[in-house]
């Protein structure tokens, strides 16, 4: 049997997978990311991107867990003005995320965690995860909080020496970061331009369509991203989730 190389699940041949269980990893993380605009300097993966990026950083930190594939599509049905947005309806992505835990809990993983990177996948994963509970002997540990969320992206950017904060966050500065820090050649930098700020109504941005506000998709400034910034950012998330995901394992 050879050493394990990866914490992904998908890079795994099976024997790794089956040799690992039976050597104590039984904690699986799952992103659930989307494929939808963001804006026109931003590849329509960027929350998979993320999603892929924080599951194999926060399996890797806790040391006894793996990386799961990232969900997608997700609930994007906001986006849907911009050609190549993919959505889904609620029900739809719950459904997939119990046969996605089902399967985990099948093979034996014992704790997931649910981590959404899209913010109209964040109420669909706290809906469902007290189901997945019940119905499973795997306990769902959902890391579901979306202005946590936001506020860990903005205090990322703040750690890396850019005072720049928002509270409806979209392929602005801290996603553009992000993704500068993953893979900085998927970023269109000569396509980047800024987006309305200020007051933003989320409640108006999910029921009249991102449109009704930005005409680019684009939330607030991209231009003061920093793939130093990125990294700042998905490591002040991974630090925090990995903390929450363990507390939450150990009071199970």
């Not at 989307?34 to 930190?61: C, F, K, V, Y």
Request: include cysteine.
């Amino acid at each position: 049997m050879s050493s394990r190389r990866s914490v992904c699940l998908e890079e795994m041949a099976w024997p790794e997978i089956e040799s690992a269980l039976e050597n104590g990893t039984r904690t699986v993380v799952v992103a659930v990311g989307s494929i939808e605009q963001h804006g026109p300097h931003l590849p329509l993966n960027m929350d998979t991107l993320d999603g892929d990026e924080l599951a194999r950083r926060i399996a890797a930190e806790m040391g006894d867990a793996l990386a799961a594939p990232t969900i997608r599509p997700g609930c994007s049905g906001h986006h849907m003005e911009f050609p190549g947005t993919i959505t889904v309806p609620p029900e739809t992505l719950m459904d997939v995320i119990r046969s996605y835990c089902r399967s985990l809990d099948t093979h034996g993983f014992e704790h997931i965690v649910l981590v959404p990177t899209h913010g109209g996948n964040f109420g669909p994963v706290k809906t469902v995860a007290p189901d997945i509970a019940r119905e499973l002997e795997a306990a769902a540990i959902p890391l579901a909080d979306l202005d946590e969320h936001m506020q860990l992206l903005n205090q990322g950017l703040s750690k890396a020496g850019i005072e720049y904060e928002q509270d409806v966050i979209h392929a602005g500065a801290a996603e553009t970061a992000i993704v500068l820090a993953i893979d900085e050649g998927l970023v269109r930098m000569e396509d980047v331009e800024p987006g309305p700020e200020g007051d933003i109504s989320p409640a108006r941005l999910l029921s009249d369509g991102f449109k009704s506000i930005t005409e680019n998709g684009v939330l607030g400034d991209p231009t003061a991203a920093t793939a130093e910034a990125g990294e700042a950012i998905i490591e002040n998330v991974v630090g925090a989730y990995v903390k929450q995901a363990t507390a939450e394992r150990n009071a199970v």
